[in-house]
C-alpha cells in the first residue's frame, strides 16, 4: 500500500529513510484532467510517456480521461490492462511489424500515425487491409516557441502530405492529420502557424475527418507560461480562419496534464560553496532540471524545523552519480544556509520525473507517496517566502 501524507512536512517528519522521493498529489492530477477536458473541443489524448506510474494514471482515469496516446506496445499493454475501457492511440510514427499486429489483433488499437508512404504500407499489410483503420498523417512544423523542438526526426513536408493523405483514403475508414509543436511550448502562435499548415493540405485534399493538434502545452514552472485556455483560443481561431471550423479535433497533452501533479524530495548529501550534492539528478527523477532549466520552484524542508530568515542565493546542482553530466546548473535559489542533510523539494515535477529515472551507477532513485496537500508551484513559493518576510528574486531566476 503507497503511505500517504498530509502534506510535505508531514512526509519528511516520518521519512527517516536517505533515498529521494517522489510524493504524487492524485487529487491535483484528477482537477487538472477534469479542468483539461472541459475546456478543450475534442477528445484528449494522455501521452503515457510522460509519466506511467500507476498513481498517476488512476488519477487522470478518475478525472475522465478515456483516450491515451501510446507510443510504444509495452505502453499499449499497460492501457489496455489497466482501464480495458480505454482508447488507445499508436501515435508513435515509425511502428514495428510485430507491434502493429499485436496492437491490431490483441489490443483492439485502430488510430495509427505516421509520415511515410513505407510506414503505411506496412500498417496495410501487417493489418491484412483492414476497412477499420483511423490514419493519422504526421507533418513536419517550425519548432519556433518550444523549449525542446521536436523537428528534424518525424513528419513529412507539406508538399509531400497530399500525396500521402490521399494513399490513406485508399484503405482507411477516416484520416487526419497531426502534428506536434515541440514540448514545452510557450509561444501559442505555433499552433496557428502549424495549423495554417494543415489548411494547405486541405485545401489541396480536400476535407480530413481529425486533426489532432498534438501536445506541448507548458507546464506552469516559472508561473508566467500562457495557460491552456490561451492555446485553446489560439487553435479555434486558427481553425476557423484556415476554414477548418468544425472539423473534429483532439490533442495530446502530457506535460500539462500531470507537472503540477508530483514533488520530487531531495537530501543535501554536501554542500562545497554555492554547489549542493543531493541523493538524486540526472539519471533519476531530476533530469528536467538539466533540460528544462532552472525553472522549477524548488524551497528547503528542514526535518528539524529550522527554517530562519536567511536570504536566497544561486546554487548549482549535482547529482550522486560519478558522472559529470550529472549536474544541474544553476542559478537554483535556495536558502543561503543550505547544509548537509537539509532536504530540497522541487515542485511541478510530474513530467518525465519518475518516468526518466535510471538505476545507472547503482544509485536508487526512491519510491513513492502520495500527498494531499495543494500543488508546490510558485505561487506557493512566493507566499511561504513573503510570510518570511523576503521577496522571491524573480529575475534572477529568468
Known amino acids: 500500500m503507497t503511505p500517504s501524507y498530509g502534506s510535505a512536512e508531514a512526509l519528511l517528519t ?16 484528477e482537477r487538472t484532467a477534469r479542468q483539461m477536458i472541459s475546456r478543450f473541443p475534442g477528445d484528449v489524448l494522455y501521452a503515457v510517456k510522460c509519466n506511467d506510474a500507476d498513481p498517476v494514471l488512476d488519477a487522470l482515469w478518475k478525472g475522465g480521461i478515456r483516450h491515451f496516446d501510446t507510443a510504444s506496445i509495452g505502453e499499449v499493454r499497460q492501457i489496455r490492462r489497466r482501464f480495458p475501457g480505454a482508447v488507445c492511440h499508436f501515435m508513435h510514427p515509425v511502428k514495428s511489424p510485430e507491434a502493429i499486429a499485436e496492437a491490431y489483433f490483441e489490443h483492439g488499437v485502430r488510430s495509427f500515425v505516421l509520415d511515410h508512404e513505407e510506414e503505411l504500407a506496412k500498417i496495410v499489410q501487417v493489418t491484412n487491409r483492414a476497412k477499420d483503420l483511423d490514419l493519422f498523417v504526421r507533418l513536419a512544423v517550425p519548432g519556433e516557441g518550444a523549449v525542446l523542438t521536436l523537428t528534424g526526426k518525424f513528419g513529412c513536408d507539406v508538399q509531400e502530405a497530399p500525396a500521402l493523405v490521399r494513399a490513406c483514403r485508399a484503405f482507411a475508414r477516416s484520416v487526419g492529420i497531426t502534428f506536434h509543436v515541440g514540448s514545452q511550448c510557450l509561444d501559442p502562435m505555433a499552433f496557428h502557424r502549424a495549423i495554417a499548415l494543415c489548411g494547405q493540405v486541405v485545401a489541396e485534399v480536400g476535407a480530413v475527418d481529425m486533426i489532432d493538434v498534438g501536445g506541448g502545452f507548458p507546464g506552469r514552472y516559472r508561473g508566467d507560461e500562457p495557460g491552456f485556455d490561451v492555446f485553446v483560443a489560439t487553435i479555434k481561431a486558427a481553425l476557423r480562419q484556415y476554414g477548418l471550423a468544425g472539423t473534429p479535433l483532439q490533442c495530446e497533452p502530457g506535460r500539462a496534464l500531470v507537472a503540477d501533479g508530483a514533488s520530487v524530495f531531495a537530501r543535501v548529501e554536501l554542500r562545497r560553496g554555492a554547489s549542493l550534492y543531493l541523493n538524486d539528478g540526472v539519471y533519476g527523477n531530476l533530469a528536467e532540471l538539466k533540460w528544462i532549466g532552472p525553472q522549477f520552484p524548488l ?33 537554483h535559489l535556495l536558502p543561503a544556509d543550505m547544509d548537509e542533510g537539509d532536504w530540497i523539494e522541487v515542485g511541478q515535477m510530474g513530467a518525465y520525473s519518475n518516468a526518466l529515472k535510471t538505476r545507472f551507477n547503482g544509485f536508487e532513485t526512491g519510491g513513492v507517496v502520495f500527498l494531499h496537500d495543494d500543488a508546490f508551484d510558485r505561487v506557493r513559493l512566493e507566499a511561504s517566502l513573503a510570510r518570511r518576510g523576503g521577496a522571491f528574486p524573480y529575475a534572477q531566476a529568468a
Request: glycine fraction near 12%.
Open 299 to 331: 524551497r528547503a524542508i528542514r526535518v528539524n524545523g529550522r527554517y530562519g530568515d536567511a536570504p536566497l542565493i544561486p546554487y548549482d546542482l549535482f547529482g550522486p552519480t560519478c558522472d559529470s553530466i550529472d549536474s544541474m546548473p544553476g542559478p
Open 14 to 29: 516520518h521519512h527517516l529513510g536517505s533515498h529521494p522521493i517522489v510524493g504524487v498529489r492524485p487529487h491535483v492530477v
